[in-house]
């Protein structure tokens, strides 16, 4: 009876070590796994007539951080090669960055807005909201006519110039208004989708000079750049959410202006960095555009890219 009895004993005694570990390893990996899944948001970040050459003379800690955290190009151009007669200035190169496609699409050809087609090709939080009905899009700028005429399906558009008084003096304090307000939202409103522009390095390489050699555009950037720290800070905060960061402008600069620069390499070329957990690390070997932030920015939010929007730009340094 009892050697009949021991091989059953001895295969009980075994089954509770054994069910316990297996179950807490399962419930160990599910943890695991659900940790790993953040919210994704994403930010633009657009700096105004700032030329990378400069951003390298400077010293900007954080735009280093953000290359570092992802992929850059130094020489990301604001024109494509279908077309290339809209002026080199604001109006068009924002109108691209913001929607994707070129000039001849929006019909963006200066700062004067005439006959835009933002109902055609609309600002990417359009495409946002298509997916996600319920997130919260914000756009904060000190450069109004992004505010008046680009900017659609944002829970939150504000444009924070003040008026009178030196030009970039105010540009820089709209800038730091920006900032705060971006904070702000960033933990009330926690957006999906964020739009930042900052004006007061175009204003004052208009004021210097745009040169890696002006020591007033330096600085401009180097003031910029601890707004971004600022801003980097309050998003690294958010640790249940994954961020992915597009930074960008809308062209270089040559003397104190920056028209008519459609064959000078200093104008034409603006810069892209997209860094995050998201991005491929290191620097792009391929041409990259301006009108490549939108894509990037819906891939990686999931949006799936429809044919039919005729975007120019594509996804472009995502993992």
Not at 132 to 161: N, Q
Not at 223 to 230: A, E, I, P, R, S
Request: aromatic fraction near 10%; proline fraction near 5%.
């Amino acid at each position: 009876m009892e050697t009949s009895r021991s091989p059953v004993r001895c295969l009980w005694s075994h089954r509770p070590m054994r069910i316990p570990f297996l179950f807490a390893f399962v419930l160990l990996t599910a943890a695991s796994s659900f940790a790993a899944e953040k919210e994704k948001h994403v930010l633009l970040l657009g700096i105004d007539g700032c030329r990378f050459d400069a951003v390298q003379k400077a010293k900007t800690p954080n735009l280093d951080r953000l290359v570092a955290g992802g992929i850059y190009s130094p020489s990301a151009l604001i024109l494509g090669d279908r077309y290339r007669k809209n002026d080199t200035i604001s109006g068009p190169g924002w109108g691209s960055i913001n929607t994707g496609v070129w000039a001849d699409k929006h019909n963006v050809q200066g700062n004067e807005f005439k006959e835009p087609r933002f109902d055609k090709y609309p600002h990417f939080f359009h495409y946002v909201k298509q997916a996600y009905p319920d997130a919260k899009t914000v756009s904060i700028v000190d450069w109004d006519p992004i505010a008046k005429y680009i900017v659609s399906d944002a829970d939150v558009s504000l444009s924070t110039k003040e008026e009178g008084g030196d030009v970039v003096a105010s540009y820089a304090k709209g800038d730091e208004k920006s900032t705060a307000e971006a904070i702000r939202l960033i933990q009330e409103l926690q957006p999906k989708a964020m739009m930042l522009y900052l004006g007061q390095v175009d204003e004052t390489g208009h004021a210097h000079g745009f040169h890696p050699s002006v020591p007033q555009y330096v600085a401009a950037i180097e003031t910029v750049d601890g707004l971004v720290g600022q801003v980097l800070d309050a998003i690294n905060k958010r640790t249940d959410e994954e961020w992915l960061i597009v930074v960008t402008s809308d062209h270089g600069g040559e003397g104190r202006g920056h028209g008519g620069g459609h064959d000078n390499p200093n104008i034409l070329h603006s810069f892209l960095i997209v860094s995050g957990e998201g991005a491929q690390k290191g620097k792009f070997d391929t041409q990259v555009y301006i009108v490549d932030a939108v894509p990037t920015l819906l891939t990686y939010l999931g949006v799936k890219l429809d044919d039919a929007w005729q975007l120019d730009g594509h996804a472009v340094g995502l993992k």
